[in-house]
């Protein structure tokens, strides 16, 4: 991936989504939700699924700060492109107008 933004990045190098088409369910692993999800795979929506594209969706909640109100939630969109094999995320902080956004070429493996 490359990502690209002003302020650093939410969005990982690597990231594995992992989509079972029959049960329509997509778990997503990398650094940001591994760290933030209690070391384990979150759960993603499958937003679109047709001829041309998939889509997965879903959010990252950051622990609470010391006040016990939530610090951050980080909203994810990756789209893969069927025909190109491109793969782009953006991740887009709740209540910030700042976004992130990556890019690159998927591998996809069928089991």
Request: hydrophobic share 35%; glycine share 8%.
């Amino acid at each position: 991936m490359n990502a690209r933004s002003e302020m650093g990045t939410w969005i990982s190098p690597d990231v594995a989504i992992a989509f079972d088409k029959k049960k329509k369910k997509a778990f997503v692993h990398d650094p940001v939700t591994y760290g933030f999800n209690g070391k384990k795979p979150m759960l993603a929506e499958v937003k679109v699924d047709n001829s041309k594209r998939i889509t997965f969706g879903w959010t990252v909640k950051s622990t609470t700060s010391s006040q016990g109100q939530l610090a951050l939630q980080m909203k994810y969109t990756a789209t893969y492109l069927k025909k190109n094999g491109r793969f782009v995320i953006t991740a887009t902080p709740i209540a910030y107008p700042n976004s992130f956004r990556g890019d690159g070429k998927c591998k996809v493996s069928e089991r």
